[in-house]
């Protein structure tokens, strides 16, 4: 065999595959403005690598991409929830919660939803929902449907205020009122810095929407 032939049968050999990624919503209306301001879906799927097919099928998703969080990576929830109107009442304890700065643990809501079920609205509309088992499998489900996870606590900064300037020549004047009225030495003034403590350590973790950028506990 020619050397020839030998590299046409190894150039045959060889396949080019495209890698295959997860695209976020941010990244597939990127795609969609594109297509559109080119108005070429072909050209538009050799620039960002994909296959035309997928294009189309964005396009054809383009309002509900818009109704999504940038940051979701498929717009499929998962499986429907067994219980709807549970899970509403205990989204709505969450928020309640959550308003109130109070941290929600994974074993809080399992706890809050086997209460619910003892409730006469839910027994009503879900009569066998007393033998259902709310396992991790179920907590994980009800998560992702509601868009909650769990957020560690953030710091939130203090601003001055802005009346800091007058508030720091009225606390010097009064100092120096002191030093006039009792005469007491310059090295006698000292400077106390008081922190608050409690006993009460809160929980640094909560469950709470993906969205939200203050997590405060």
Request: net charge positive; hydrophobic share 35%.
């Amino acid at each position: 065999m020619s050397l020839r032939k030998r590299n046409i049968t190894k150039k045959s050999r060889t396949v080019s595959k495209k890698v295959r990624r997860r695209r976020s919503v941010r990244e597939k209306l990127m795609v969609i403005y594109y297509s559109e301001r080119t108005q070429n879906n072909r050209a538009t799927a050799k620039r960002f690598d994909i296959e035309p097919k997928q294009v189309r099928d964005w396009q054809s998703k383009k309002q509900e991409l818009l109704n999504s969080a940038p940051y979701l990576l498929t717009l499929n929830r998962g499986r429907p929830a067994q219980y709807p109107l549970l899970e509403e009442r205990l989204v709505e304890w969450i928020e309640t919660l959550r308003n109130k700065q109070m941290a929600v643990t994974q074993k809080i809501v399992v706890t809050k939803a086997k209460q619910l079920v003892r409730i006469n609205e839910i027994k009503e509309a879900y009569p066998n929902i007393g033998d259902f088992r709310f396992s991790n499998s179920w907590l994980n489900g009800f998560l992702y449907r509601n868009e909650l996870s769990n957020r560690r606590r953030t710091t939130v900064s203090q601003h001055l205020p802005k009346d800091l300037i007058d508030l720091q020549n009225e606390f010097l004047s009064l100092v120096l009122f002191k030093h006039r009225q009792y005469n007491y030495d310059i090295h006698h003034i000292g400077n106390i810095n008081e922190t608050p403590l409690s006993f009460d350590l809160p929980y640094p973790v909560t469950f709470d929407k993906h969205r939200v950028k203050t997590i405060g506990i």
